[in-house]
């Protein structure tokens, strides 16, 4: 039988959580952090959403507006969400296009902490005209967890 770990212990190497952080100056650089699951071997579902994300184009560096949706169903680590926040961040200076910022977010996710499984939904604001979505998984869903719609309608403009 295994001791349950205080709460001390399980946050002891958060480095960012309960103090001022600065921006981390690159999405390379951004520090994602992560807790044990306190119900490992339990499919259920995290949800992220990042309804103000920005980064910059890549060519002419005007800034670039997305709403994020991120799902995951965890693994033996949940992402402690003040370095999500962080590294989310991280991006308002960074240049790349939609398609890269995405799936990078998504793929950055996975390593550091290895889901059953993740989506992400990258909903973007017009640029010249046109909005650009773009979706990742990791691979199908697991049956045993409920996966909701992400909500986000589809771009209509003045429609």
Known sequence: MSKKKSSKDIYENLTQLGGKSELPASPESAVIERVPNPHEGTDYLVRFTAPEFTSICPITGAPDFAHLMID???????????????????FRNHGAFH???????????????RPVWLRIGGYWYPRGGIPIDVFYQTGPAPKSVWVPDQGVPPYRGRG
């Open 99 to 113: 398609e890269d910022c995405t799936v990078g977010i998504a793929k950055r996710l996975v390593k550091e902490i």
């Open 72 to 90: 995951y169903v965890p693994g033996k680590w949940l992402v402690e969400s003040k370095s999500l926040k962080l590294f989310l961040g991280s």
